[in-house]
């Protein structure tokens, strides 16, 4: 596969639109550098790229575009030196995008983001039309959001947001601070997408907390891994069971990889889906690691023990394993 130029010589894995995003960034692009770069400088090229993500998005404009390098490892090393910081995109700031240089999608592939403590999320997003691309969010010591749709309908808004091919680990709490990716308390947030994500060892991958000001809608959910070292790491995979729930929610070509279901210690859902109070939405052509047909099947349904999914949530070519066989067949609803 070949590869994207960047400004300035920089190389990396194809990102879609990239060259585009830079033609219509009036000139605005900054650069990360957590090893060499300093927030005494401009951002405005790796030379001068600043040494935060936050420095980088306080000098940016509407419609920036801010490269973040990955830190260099030492020889021998067993994990990603991360930025330690949480950030947010003001509402002041439609637009941004948020790239790491990747070489691939994969914890140690990416810029990884790692605050380590706090209730504070990763990347809280306040403006609408922005995008998260190519970035590791591990949230191991946290019990916040990774990233935080921050919308209350009028002083921040943040509909139509993208997050593509970033990787998200390790969050241990889904109740009252968030998932992986988590709307807010106030719900709205419409028109998001979440595309080619990896959910590895997530308490939650996608979750809502609330709907005070409005229920979240049209988000479509794509491409997207979820998996675990063990199945008591998680407690749901997406969930969407609150206030007055979502309405036109696309779950589609995603993969639900922990072998039966989701069961955390102390969880409350224990499924990889929780769609009770979703509306006028689909999940289609996903693959699920459980028993879908014959001896041990889970069910999905109102009352389902593999997902909770609501009539009002249309199922199609979704699949798991046929006990009896040991081969694949579709899961019904039951």
Not at 108 to 129: E, F, L, N, W, Y
Request: proline share 4%; charged share 15%.
């Amino acid at each position: 596969m070949g590869l994207t130029h960047f400004p300035h010589g920089i190389q990396a894995a194809p990102v879609v639109g990239a060259g585009l995003l830079d033609i219509f960034s009036g000139g605005n692009i900054l650069f990360v550098d957590g090893d060499t770069g300093n927030d005494g400088n401009t951002g405005s090229s790796p030379d001068s790229a600043t040494a935060t993500i936050g420095r980088a998005i306080a000098l940016a404009s509407a419609g920036a575009v801010i490269y973040v390098k990955a830190r260099k490892v030492s020889a021998g090393g067993t994990d990603p030196v991360s930025y330690a910081e949480t950030v947010t995109i003001p509402a002041t700031k439609p637009g941004l995008k948020l790239m790491g240089v990747p070489s691939g999608v994969a914890q140690g592939a990416q810029p990884q983001i790692k605050k380590g403590s706090g209730a504070v999320a990763h990347i809280t997003v306040q403006a609408p039309g922005c995008l998260i691309a190519n970035l590791t969010i591990n949230m191991a010591g946290s019990t916040a959001a990774g990233v935080l749709l921050d919308d209350d309908g009028s002083t921040k808004t943040a509909f139509g947001t993208v997050i593509q091919d970033c990787v998200f680990k390790g969050n241990a709490n889904k109740s009252t601070l968030g998932g992986a990716v988590a709307w807010a308390a106030t719900g709205g947030a419409w028109q998001v997408q979440i595309k080619g994500c990896h959910f590895v060892d997530c308490c939650t991958g996608i979750n809502a907390l609330g709907t005070s000001q409005a229920a979240p809608k049209d988000i479509v959910i794509e491409d997207c891994l979820f998996y675990a070292f063990a199945n008591t790491d998680v407690d749901a995979d997406i969930d969407f069971n609150i206030g007055s729930g979502a309405t036109s929610v696309v779950i589609r070509n995603c993969v639900f990889g922990t072998v039966d279901v989701p069961a955390k210690a102390g969880g409350a859902t224990a499924r990889y889906l929780d769609l009770t109070k979703v509306t006028n939405s689909a999940l289609v052509d996903c693959s699920f690691a459980c028993i879908g047909q014959g001896t041990d099947a889970k069910t999905f349904g109102a009352a389902g023990t593999g997902a909770l999914i609501p009539a009002t949530v249309r199922m199609s070519g979704n699949y798991g394993e046929v006990g009896a066989t040991a081969t694949s067949g579709e899961i019904p609803r039951t």
